[in-house]
């Protein structure tokens, strides 16, 4: 596995492997590091369609906001190159800011429209701006065939789906199913930030996921805000603080009798961390 800080030299070895290989397929895994088995699953994922697997480690400080945890985001490099020694990538790409970024504030922005102003975009306005950035300059810098996404991060995946075709990128995104820990609940990097006790309680968010599933399948559609709004009801009876709780069609918009792809999606404070989850339903 080769591990490079700057673009000229990823770059001189792709085009080593592309000189060597025609038609070489390369797959790029973007991560933000303090990495865990969701991650791997891309990696894994990855493996599968390309020849080349690259993995980019970045904590990109465009897609915070004021005030979010960028200085206190995990960084655990050592432990992620392990990790990804052991699953297999061929190359790590762990740029630094001023490398990615040599203007900054950078002059270019990414406008995502309305799918990056619901959900998330609520209380994270310039979240969506600052990852159609970074996702569109790793595009342009690694020229992958195919890029692996989480479906945790649900709405990312829309969008960035959204990127490569509006961008004519031309890639093949793949989205990855949410890998959970044996209660159910979604891995994700900020799980890091959950007390013992606060771990306890952060199933709870999976279930309801799956209890509102089960109640969708059954209900007219008549009753689908009823139930949301049961649902969101009984989490904040626990004492959590609900971002969303929101029931959306496969395109993120608000759903039509007509749809039969669904998902469910919410942010929810746990203590100080806001968990992401989400489920698909298929009616
Ligand atoms: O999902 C993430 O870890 C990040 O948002 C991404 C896609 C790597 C962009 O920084």
């Given at each position: 596995m080769k591990i490079f800080n700057t673009i000229a030299e990823l770059q001189s070895e792709l085009n080593s492997h592309r000189d060597e290989k025609i038609a070489l397929k390369v797959g790029l895994v973007p991560t933000m590091g303090n990495l865990h088995k969701g991650h791997i699953s891309l990696v894994n994922i990855a493996r599968q369609h390309a020849d080349i697997v690259v993995v980019s480690i970045f904590v990109n400080p465009t897609q915070f906001g004021v005030g979010e945890d960028f200085d206190s985001y995990p960084r655990t490099l050592d432990d992620d190159l392990a990790q990804l020694k052991t699953a297999g990538a061929d190359i790590v790409f762990a740029p630094s800011v001023n490398e990615m970024?040599?203007?900054?504030?950078?002059n270019v922005q990414v406008l995502s429209g309305g799918m990056a102003q619901i959900l998330c975009g609520k209380s994270r306005p310039t979240h969506f701006d600052g990852v159609g950035l970074v996702v569109g300059k790793l595009f342009n810098i690694v020229r992958p065939d195919v890029a692996i996404f989480g479906k945790k991060d649900y709405q990312q995946l829309a969008i960035i789906r959204q990127l490569n075709d509006e961008l004519n990128f031309g890639i093949k995104i793949i989205g990855a199913e949410i890998v959970r820990a044996d209660d159910g609940l979604a891995l994700s990097s900020?799980?890091?930030?959950?007390t013992p006790d606060k771990r306890a309680i952060a199933p709870v968010i999976n279930q309801t996921l799956q209890k509102i599933k089960a109640d969708i399948l059954t209900?007219?559609?008549?009753?689908y805000a009823n139930i949301m709004q049961k649902y969101h009801n009984d989490l904040t009876n626990l004492g959590l603080t609900v971002d969303y709780l929101e029931l959306y069609n496969d395109r993120l918009q608000?759903?039509?009798?007509?749809?039969?792809n669904l998902v469910v999606l919410t942010a929810v404070f746990v203590g100080k961390a806001r968990l992401l989850d989400n489920l698909e339903i298929t009616l």
């Open positions: 970024y040599p203007t900054y504030p950078p900020r799980n890091g930030y959950l209900a007219d559609f008549e009753n608000a759903p039509t009798p007509d749809d039969k």
